[in-house]
């Protein structure tokens, strides 16, 4: 499974957290879930903890999980 890449992020100075994905906005943090995200991302790989967070992630699956008989919707 490939590594995630992509993914930055902008702290504001409100205190808000803008997370992006390839120039894309993928998601918006503030309080204290922005406090945790910035924890996080300077403890582990950044990019690991923002695909994490944003949810933009793959799991390695999809492909087995798409050609699994159950999914072929009568054609066998």
Known sequence: M????G?????????TVVLTHQGRAAGTLRGSRAEKFL??????DAQLVMARWTGSYKFGNERTARNHPRHQGGRR
């Open 7 to 15: 993914f930055s992020y902008e702290r504001r100075a409100d205190g």
């Open 39 to 44: 924890a996080e991302v300077a403890s582990g």
């Open 2 to 5: 490939p590594r995630p890449h």
